[in-house]
């Protein structure tokens, strides 16, 4: 039996699925299943190597309908898009979108359909990439600012500890001890270790910036 998949990427911890799943059911898509990518960025990983992006490449079979809000949950480069759609095509699978209600058949019943949905595939992906790079030109932007007008407030909180204890939390983690133990044994806050432990090259950059 063919079913409908909605792929929902969030790229930060303030969104959810939940919205996207929504606006699919509102716009009269009847959702089989969802399969959902949390906190990753379309711009620096393609589908496939994502973990949810996986689970659904693995679930997509010939005559299923795949379902995004719009084609930059898929990604935000140019060949990456239009590759993973060519290959979901030749899978059998038809892609829609959400917004706009774009379709794009698996198979096209003449040429000149083909010819369209392929132009517009081209069109659809480059216009990701373009909005992806205008996003982040002006994330740029707006942080040179910030850093020329407030320097201090661009380094973030000042972590309370410093390199020494940093290494200690991470050689202890590397050898599975306890966060509770290693907050004891090393004199750090039991919620910086966490810290630590969930993105060691983050804390790792606050650091730096505090030229701790």
């Known amino acids: 039996m063919n079913k409908t998949i909605l792929y929902a990427r969030?790229?930060?911890s303030e969104q959810t699925s939940d919205h996207q799943l929504e606006q699919a059911t509102k716009a009269g898509f009847q959702i089989d299943e969802v399969v959902t990518d949390h906190g990753v960025s379309?711009?620096?990983?393609r589908l496939a190597d994502r973990e949810g992006g996986r689970e659904l490449l693995y679930k997509l079979r010939d005559g299923d309908?795949?379902?995004v809000r719009w084609l930059d949950r898929l990604g935000r480069n140019y060949k990456d898009v239009t590759d993973t759609l060519r290959g979901l095509l030749d899978k059998g699978v038809t892609v829609k979108?959400?917004?706009n209600g774009m379709v794009f058949e698996a198979n096209p019943r003449s040429a000149m359909e083909?010819?369209?949905r392929d132009a517009l595939i081209g069109?659809?992906?480059?216009q990701a990439e373009a909005?992806?790079?205008?996003t982040k030109e002006a994330q740029r932007a707006g942080i040179d600012h910030h850093k020329a007008a407030s320097p201090e407030k661009f380094k973030g909180r000042k972590p309370a500890f410093d390199r020494d204890q940093f290494k200690q939390v991470v050689a202890l983690l590397e050898a599975g001890q306890g966060q509770s133990a290693?907050?004891?044994?090393t004199g750090v806050n039991r919620n910086a270790v966490i810290r630590i432990a969930k993105n060691p090259a983050k804390v790792e950059a606050a650091l730096e910036r505090w030229g701790v």
């Not at 379309?42 to 990983?45: E, K």
């Open 97 to 99: 979108t959400v917004i």
């Open 10 to 12: 969030v790229s930060t």
């Open 182 to 185: 290693i907050a004891k044994a």
């Open 65 to 67: 309908t795949l379902v």
């Open 131 to 134: 909005q992806a790079e205008a």
């Open 123 to 126: 069109f659809m992906a480059a």
């Open 42 to 45: 379309g711009v620096s990983s």
């Open 114 to 116: 083909r010819a369209v």
